[in-house]
């Protein structure tokens, strides 16, 4: 989780680096395994008879292969992970697994009390989420992750407008916000979803209509501004945000089981984790709009899969026709129905002290359709002992077998070393910890179009000191994840 100092005026927030993965001296397991196999390989090969003849020369080649894709980095990924995922995606191509149809199906998935229906919604690994109905709210049940989500949609006033003392109340607002989150452990994932879609204007025209004034010396004024309007209509965007709040079943066993047990348990307890935060988001400048229904869970998923698709009023033919009507998923892009989507998450925020509104830029990309996701992953004081005191032996042990073979130290790991103590010591005076992974989805009409919107958002990212890595080879999984505020848990 970010710490936050004030400097001047405005708070500012210093993420922590990103945790490199890896057991020893930074090497992932699986580039601890082929190395292994390699001294294995090299030492039967030249020491022993077990290779004869032409299988010798067979073994020292496979041996320096493994030694490649250990060392190797190939699009941001390790050689051998994107051997892995390259290999995947073929075998999904070959089987017709890239390829979208609409897999829906609408019925009754039981007769819970107060349950009216579920449905199968997306495609891929998210076609078994099921949709339930409690007092016109939708709540997603996901069986394979055991979990449930319920979607809030939120608005806020202009944050930059506001004046230094306002803006420093509404992040210390959103910081008790998420750790409200970390105090029970019941919540799995809070996901902060913001995007902008087209919008044909008719609804800025008819609020004008509505409150201009007509008076006779303002009339001059008045029909400047009704051409203005008239101007943005067809090239506007609205911007939507949602906040999807994610319950653990297996954290929070014994209260679903005291609620009722099942689903309505479930449900119960959602609303008592969601009761809290409810009352924090004021003070982080938040106004809660709705909770989503069914009817408008369906149509956030439409509009995400195709910007330009028509909203859904009816809620019976909203649920049977949320997701994609077809679609195709490629390396590097997915294409569903009028649309080209790219997903990039951040592979390293901010490594400084930034502003609060150090994302700006990406929020506002100029002339691009994209969606920010925030995924913010609690953590419970003992999970975070247990995190840091792993990751603090880790770094010990790294830094012995360094000092034993001869290598020096670099400034990266003092700082990762820093991180740790930082992270103990906010951890001491009480603070709650989160994880936190971003992601972008960039949307546009053609594959041209949508090239340049990357190109567009990596500029944005720049400015706003992000890294940004393209997604590839999981590009329906990220999408999924990314676009649609439906809690699916992220892993990075």
């Known amino acids: 989780m970010p710490t936050a100092v004030v400097e001047g005026h405005d708070v500012t927030a210093a993420f922590p680096r990103r945790p490199r993965p890896g057991i020893v001296m930074g090497l992932r397991p699986g580039q601890v395994a082929l190395f292994a196999f390699t001294v294995l390989t090299v030492v039967l090969a030249l ?160 609020y004008t209509d509505t409150h201009l004034s007509c008076e006779p010396e303002q009339l001059t004024l008045a029909d400047a501004y009704r051409d203005l309007v008239g101007d943005l209509r067809g090239g506007a965007d609205r911007h939507q945000t949602f906040i999807a709040i994610t319950v653990d079943r297996t954290a929070a066993s014994s209260r679903i089981k005291s609620a009722g047990g099942k689903i309505n348990g479930l449900i119960a307890t959602w609303r008592q984790e969601y009761a809290l935060v409810q009352r924090l988001l004021p003070s982080a400048g938040l106004d809660v709009v709705a909770e989503l229904s069914p009817a408008r869970i369906a149509e956030v998923i439409r509009t995400g899969f195709d910007p330009h698709a028509i909203a859904l009023s009816n809620a019976g033919s909203g649920l049977a026709n949320a997701g994609p009507t077809a679609g195709r998923e490629e390396w590097d892009h997915l294409r569903t129905d009028g649309a080209f989507h790219a997903v990039l998450w951040v592979a390293e925020w901010p490594n400084g002290h930034v502003a609060a509104d150090v994302l700006w830029p990406v929020i506002f990309p100029s002339g691009v359709n994209r969606t920010l996701s925030i995924f913010y992953q609690p953590f419970t004081r003992a999970q975070s002992e247990s995190a840091i005191r792993a990751k603090h032996s880790e770094i010990v042990q790294s830094s012995w077998l360094k000092d034993k073979l001869g290598r020096i130290e670099t400034l990266t790991d003092s700082k990762e070393l820093d991180d740790v103590l930082a992270r103990e010591a906010e951890l001491l005076q009480g603070h709650g910890e989160v994880a936190i992974l971003g992601m972008v989805t960039v949307t546009a009409t053609t594959r041209d179009e949508l090239e340049a919107a990357v190109a567009t958002v990596h500029a944005a990212a720049t400015q706003a000191s992000l890294d940004l890595r393209r997604v590839y080879g999981q590009q329906l999984q990220a999408f999924t994840a990314a676009a649609l505020p439906l809690g699916i848990e992220v892993v990075s």
């Open 47 to 206: 020491f022993t008879s077990a290779f004869p003849g032409l299988f010798r020369g067979l073994a020292l080649g496979v041996a320096i292969t493994a030694v490649v894709l250990a060392i190797s980095t190939i699009e941001g990924k390790p050689g051998y992970l994107w051997l892995a995922t390259r290999t995947s995606h073929t075998f999904r191509s070959m089987r017709g697994h890239t390829t979208l149809a609409r897999p829906m199906h609408v019925g009754s998935l039981g007769r819970h009390k107060h349950i009216e229906h579920g449905i199968g919604l997306l495609p891929g690994r998210s076609v078994s989420i099921q949709l339930h109905e409690l007092d016109h709210v939708g709540y997603l049940y996901h069986p394979h992750q055991g979990t449930l989500t319920g979607i809030i949609e939120v608005t806020s006033p202009e944050f930059l407008l506001r004046d230094p003392a306002d803006r420093n109340a509404r992040v210390a607002g959103w910081g008790r916000v998420l750790a409200a989150a970390t105090r029970t452990g019941a919540i799995r994932q809070v996901q902060l979803l913001e995007r902008s879609i087209p919008d044909d204007g008719s609804d800025l025209a008819a």
